[in-house]
C-alpha cells in the first residue's frame, strides 16, 4: 500500500501516529493539512492525544515549527479559560535556538523532571516559566488521563519567559 500526504492526513486526523513514515511525508502531510478548507476533518481530542505522546518525534521529522503550528491552531480544541503560569523542561540546544516546544505544565516539578532528565540529554537543560494568555493555548489538559497536566500553547504567543534553572548535559 502507497502512503500518501491525503491518506497520512486522514490516519493523523483520527488519532493514529504512523512511526515508520519518514521525514519528507510528514511535511508534505503537514503542509496538506494547513491548506485543507474542511476543518471538520479533525478529531481534535484524538488529535490532542495524538500530540501529547508523538509530538516530540513528529517536530522532530517535520523540522518546521511555523508549519506545525499552523496545524495544530486548526487541529486542536482550543481554550476558554483564564490565562495561567506554565513551565517545561526544554534542551538547551533548542532554547538557545530560539525553539522552544509547545508542551507545558503546571507542575514546576514535572518541568524540573524534564530539564534534568529526557531534555538534557543532548545540551543539558533548562527550566522556564511563563505566563500563558488564553490566546496562547492552544489545548488545555485533558482529565483523567496520564498526560493531564500538559497544555498545547503556541510558544510565540506565551509572555514574561524567564529561565528558572540550567541543567547539565547527561
Request: aromatic residues 12%.
Amino acid at each position: 500500500m502507497i502512503v500518501t500526504p491525503q491518506s497520512l492526513a486522514r490516519q493523523f486526523c483520527n488519532g493514529t501516529y504512523v512511526n515508520a513514515t519518514d521525514a519528507s511525508l510528514w511535511r508534505e502531510t503537514f503542509t496538506y493539512l494547513a491548506s485543507v478548507n474542511d476543518e471538520s476533518i479533525f478529531l481534535k481530542e484524538k488529535i490532542q492525544s495524538l500530540w501529547l505522546i508523538y509530538g516530540g518525534d513528529l517536530r522532530a521529522k517535520i523540522k518546521d515549527d511555523t508549519l506545525i503550528l499552523q496545524v495544530l491552531r486548526r487541529a486542536l480544541p482550543g481554550y476558554n479559560g483564564d490565562g495561567v503560569t506554565l513551565y517545561r523542561g526544554e534542551s538547551w540546544f533548542l532554547f538557545d535556538q530560539d525553539k522552544i516546544g509547545f508542551c507545558w505544565t503546571i507542575s514546576e516539578e514535572i518541568a524540573t523532571t524534564y530539564a534534568k532528565g529526557l531534555n538534557a540529554v543532548e545540551s543539558g537543560g533548562v527550566l522556564l516559566k511563563c505566563y500563558a494568555p488564553k490566546e496562547a493555548i492552544l489545548a488545555a489538559p485533558e482529565s483523567g488521563t496520564s498526560t493531564g497536566h500538559v497544555y498545547i500553547c503556541d510558544p510565540g504567543k506565551l509572555l514574561r519567559l524567564t529561565t528558572q534553572g540550567l541543567f547539565p548535559k547527561l
